[in-house]
C-alpha cells in the first residue's frame, strides 16, 4: 500500500513569488492534515480536511495560503505570494476516521529567499 | 489556545543510558500519541495513551499517561544508537464544538555519544 505522498521534497522560491505543494493521502483516508515545521520548532497545525471539508483551518497564518482538496482525494497548499517566514516543512499527514495514527508524508521544504 | 510544552528540548545521552523525554498540556487531554522523527525524516507514530494513568512498553520504551490527563512521558531504557532522532507528543483536544485537533508539542532532540 502506496503511503501519504508529497511533491516537490523541496522548492526553493524568491519572496514574492506563489508555489504550490500537494498531497496525496493514503487511498481511503478521509481525514488529511497540513503542518509546518519551522527551523527545527514543533509542528505547528495548519489545517485538518474531513474528505473535501475544511474541518479546522485555525492553524492558517494568513490569506496568503489557500488550500483545498478536490473531490476528497488529493490536496493542494498554495502560498501566494510567499514570504521569507514561510521557508520551512510542511507536512501532510491522513488517517482514516475515528482513528488516531497519523500518517505522515516526507514533507515539502520550502526555502524562500 | 490549547499548548503542549515538552522538556528537555535536547538531550545528549551515552549510548546505554537511560533518557526521558516529558510532555505537558495546558488542558485536559482527550488522548496523546508519540512520534518519532529520524533526522531528515518525517513523524512516525509510535503509540496512543487514552486511559488516565495508562502505561505501556514497547520493548525498551516505556510510555505514561497522567491521571489527570495533562502530561505523558516517555522513557527509553538503555538507549542505543538507533534511538537518535526528535521524539514528539501530540495532545488530542477537542472542542466545544466537537472538533478534534491534535496538537504536537515542541520536541526533544536526542542524540547518542557511542
Known amino acids: 500500500e502506496a503511503g501519504v505522498t508529497q511533491f516537490p521534497s523541496h522548492s526553493v522560491i524568491e519572496k514574492g513569488q506563489t508555489v504550490t505543494l500537494r498531497c496525496d493521502p493514503i487511498?481511503?483516508?478521509?481525514?488529511l492534515y497540513w503542518y509546518r515545521r519551522v527551523m527545527g520548532k514543533e509542528i505547528k497545525f495548519l489545517l485538518h480536511?474531513?474528505?473535501?471539508?475544511?474541518?479546522?483551518e485555525s492553524g492558517m497564518p494568513n490569506n496568503r495560503f489557500l488550500a483545498e482538496r478536490t473531490g476528497g482525494t488529493y490536496s493542494t497548499l498554495k502560498v501566494q505570494p510567499a514570504e521569507l517566514e514561510d521557508s520551512g516543512v510542511y507536512f501532510c499527514?491522513?488517517?482514516?476516521?475515528?482513528?488516531?495514527?497519523?500518517?505522515f508524508g516526507e514533507g515539502s521544504r520550502l526555502t524562500v529567499l | 489556545g490549547q499548548q503542549v510544552m515538552q522538556i528537555p528540548q535536547y538531550q545528549h545521552v551515552q549510548e546505554g543510558e537511560d533518557f526521558t523525554t516529558y510532555c505537558n498540556s495546558s488542558?485536559?487531554?482527550?488522548?496523546i500519541q508519540w512520534y518519532k522523527q529520524r533526522p531528515g525524516g518525517h513523524p512516525v507514530f509510535l503509540i496512543q495513551l487514552v486511559k488516565s494513568g495508562e502505561v505501556k512498553k514497547q520493548k525498551r520504551l516505556t510510555f505514561q499517561f497522567g491521571e489527570a490527563k495533562k502530561n505523558s512521558s516517555l522513557h527509553i531504557t538503555a538507549t542505543q544508537t538507533t534511538d537518535v532522532g526528535t521524539y514528539f507528543c501530540?495532545?488530542?483536544?477537542?472542542?466545544?464544538?466537537?472538533?478534534?485537533?491534535?496538537?504536537f508539542g515542541t520536541g526533544t532532540r536526542l542524540t547518542i555519544i557511542p
Open positions: 501530540a495532545g488530542l483536544f477537542i472542542s466545544n464544538f466537537g472538533n478534534e485537533k491534535l496538537t
Open positions: 488542558t485536559t487531554l482527550s488522548n
Open positions: 487511498s481511503g483516508h478521509d481525514n
Open positions: 480536511f474531513v474528505k473535501e471539508s475544511k474541518q479546522d
Open positions: 499527514a491522513s488517517s482514516p476516521i475515528n482513528t488516531g495514527e497519523l500518517f
